[in-house]
């Protein structure tokens, strides 16, 4: 009770002060919200470009039924390939025309069919990197009766990368964002410890222990990184509304972020102060 009522105390005293400490850790946080958002938005966009990554065997004149689902057998029972379907010739005209409709004009004055038949690969989801749609297009490509084999090595090749990127950016700007509300927020506790050196003296004074001085401290760092997280959350929302409206539309990103984020941000505020009291306390005489 001592604690909660100094750390609700140190924010009627100081409210500038403190509240100057909440708004700069909401902004760093804030930051951090921002690239959340992003993050997820380009994931969304990468899970639904990876979703049509599939492998298409295009099959020679003449290859015969009983080979066609003998292939399709052995496909199948690959464990990295959810479907495979057989395609017609004229159902991939047919496909063609629902696809392409403003070329129904050429579509409609061809006399003979120039589509070949094909077997269409789907694979699992989990499985499909770069590596396994290079396996599964060397295995359908391996039987005789088919002519060529397609996936789209370029764009494939460049989704993946954008991947890895995108993983490698989230984890060194998220953990630089986390650093610089970790300054923020020991900066913060170190000006108000030193504004009350005078009491912390006093309480060493009359026996109190290190511990007993920082509770309140490391309480008011979970407070400030409740609020700063708070504020974060409002200020996101805020952008996505006004992205959403004016730009164009994006996604929100997950509640389970949103209480993770949350959550973060009083453990982070408490880790941070705690350690910033355990150094700076030892610098008040």
């Not at 609700?8 to 909401?26: E, K």
């Not at 029972?77 to 496909?95: C, G, H, M």
């Not at 088919?146 to 950016?169: C, H, M, N, Q």
């Not at 401290?217 to 992205?243: D, K, M, N, P, S």
């Amino acid at each position: 009770m001592y604690a909660a009522r100094e750390a609700f105390a140190a924010f009627r005293r100081a409210p500038v002060l403190t509240g100057l400490a909440a708004g700069m850790v909401g902004l760093a946080l804030f930051v951090l919200g921002l690239f959340g958002l992003v993050t997820h938005n380009l994931q969304t966009t990468l899970d639904t470009i990876e979703e049509r990554v599939e492998v298409i065997a295009y099959l020679r004149e003449g290859a015969s039924t009983g080979e066609v689902d003998a292939a399709l057998e052995e496909l199948r029972a690959i464990p990295e390939v959810r479907t495979a379907v057989y395609v017609s010739k004229a159902q991939a005209l047919e496909n063609a025309r629902a696809e392409l409709p403003e070329f129904e004009d050429v579509f409609s004055d061809i006399e003979v069919n120039p589509l070949p038949a094909s077997l269409e690969l789907e694979l699992e989801e989990g499985y499909r990197s770069e590596e396994t749609v290079e396996m599964v297009s060397q295995l359908a490509g391996a039987y005789p009766f088919v002519e060529d084999v397609a996936y789209g090595r370029e764009w494939v090749e460049k989704l993946f990368s954008l991947r890895r990127i995108a993983g490698v950016a989230a984890g060194v700007l998220g953990a630089a964002f986390a650093a610089v509300a970790a300054l923020i927020i020991g900066t913060a506790l170190r000006i108000a410890i030193f504004a009350r050196r005078e009491e912390i003296y006093v309480m060493r004074l009359v026996g109190a222990k290190d511990g007993f001085i920082r509770r309140p401290f490391v309480l008011e760092g979970a407070i400030a990184g409740a609020l700063g997280a708070a504020a974060a959350v409002g200020l996101t929302w805020a952008t996505y509304r006004a992205v959403s409206s004016l730009i164009f539309e994006i996604e929100w990103i997950p509640t389970t972020w949103i209480a993770a984020g949350l959550g973060i941000g009083v453990v982070f505020g408490m880790l941070a102060s705690s350690l910033a009291v355990r150094r700076h306390l030892r610098e008040v005489v």
